[in-house]
């Protein structure tokens, strides 16, 4: 997660593990565009895009930053030479960067033009040629299939509407990120972000003060967006309820950052709900016109109702 001035850009490489073909399968109508998620060798989850007809390059979909963020070599190769100073806050660090416009920016069968992109390095950002913010995704409704590793981009029509998603959660618009309020995490209200860039789940330390008996799991340490290093205590969160399901025995690592701080979160209990968690469920869409997020709860019948329990059926 990282800021450019005031406005937000989560950027921690995600990671989606592979799951089995699910039983039955939902149509998606011929209309809406489907970008086939890529799978790297360190498991990134990238798309492909073109830049002035040029590429196609690798983006990594972050549905919680806010801006796009082009690599520094992309940025150099494409001759993008008009440059802007800014300052891009990060989960660790604050630090000054270049930003650029980019025009002819297309994405599956959409193009449109970028026009602040801040400009970091490659290795920030696990080698991917750039992040796929919110900039790019606004007034669309985002449904990532993680088992099926393929990412749909449309209208909440051409998407089959709420057809199959079990959980529908309102969400509140802040800066233009979603925020999920009236989540549950052992007992304690909490807000949630939900972030495909983010491999872990974050929880602020005003949750960590609410919350009771947490079993600890030790330290983690993750790198921002800048390239610095973040260490933190990381806990178990017992049951985070949303909309009537609950997901039992989240690892979340709990910081102090100028993210959440900048969305007004870091005072009060609030969690980014990274992919680890995410990639439990079938589908997930995120629907920014409506301002919905929805769950389609995997086929196991180890769950009853709409309750899944993490511990068994993910790996950690």
């Known amino acids: 997660m990282a800021w450019l001035n005031v406005l937000p850009i989560l950027a921690v490489v995600a990671a989606v593990a592979p799951a089995p073909e699910p039983s039955t399968t939902l149509p998606i109508p011929n209309d809406a565009e489907l970008i086939k998620l890529q799978r790297e060798a360190n498991e990134r989850v990238t798309v492909a895009v073109t830049i002035m ?43 000054p960067v270049e930003t650029t416009p980019i025009s002819d920016f297309a994405l599956g069968t959409r193009t449109f033009s970028i026009r602040t992109a801040p400009i970091v390095e490659g290795a920030n950002i696990g080698g991917a ?5 919110l900039d790019s995704l606004q007034d669309q409704r985002v449904l990532i299939d993680f088992q099926k590793q393929r990412i749909y981009v449309a209208d909440a029509r051409q998407l089959g509407g709420n057809r199959g998603f079990e959980i529908v959660v309102k969400a509140r618009r802040r800066l233009g990120q979603l925020i999920i309020t009236g989540a549950m995490l052992n007992g304690v209200k909490t807000d949630v972000v939900v972030d495909t ?15 009771r008996r947490t079993e600890g799991l030790g330290d983690s340490t993750m790198t921002d967006v800048n390239g610095q ?7 178990i969160g017992k049951k985070l309820e949303i909309g009537g399901m609950a997901l039992n025995g ?11 701080r900048a969305l007004g979160l870091n005072d009060k209990p609030a969690l980014i709900l990274g992919v680890n968690e995410l990639k439990l469920f079938r589908r997930v869409a ?13 086929d196991d019948p180890r769950h009853q109702e709409a309750s899944i329990t993490a511990s068994t059926i993910r790996s950690f």
Do not use: N, W
Not at 57 to 66: I, K, N, P, S
Not at 70 to 87: I, M, P, Q
């Open 250 to 260: 989240i690892p979340i690592m709990f910081a102090d950052t100028a993210a959440l």
């Open 286 to 298: 995120i629907d920014f016109t409506k301002q919905q997020v929805l769950f389609d709860l995997p």
């Open 129 to 133: 040629d750039g992040i796929l913010g």
């Open 229 to 235: 290093d973040l260490t933190a205590p990381v806990r």
């Open 197 to 211: 860039g983010s491999q872990v789940s974050i929880g602020t330390p005003a949750l960590l003060e609410r919350l």
């Open 53 to 95: 007809g040029q590429g196609p390059f690798r983006f990594m979909v972050d549905t919680g930053a806010q801006a796009t963020v082009v690599s520094s070599a992309l940025a150099d190769r494409l001759g993008l030479t008009e440059r802007s100073a800014a300052v891009l806050v990060g989960m660790a660090s604050r630090s």
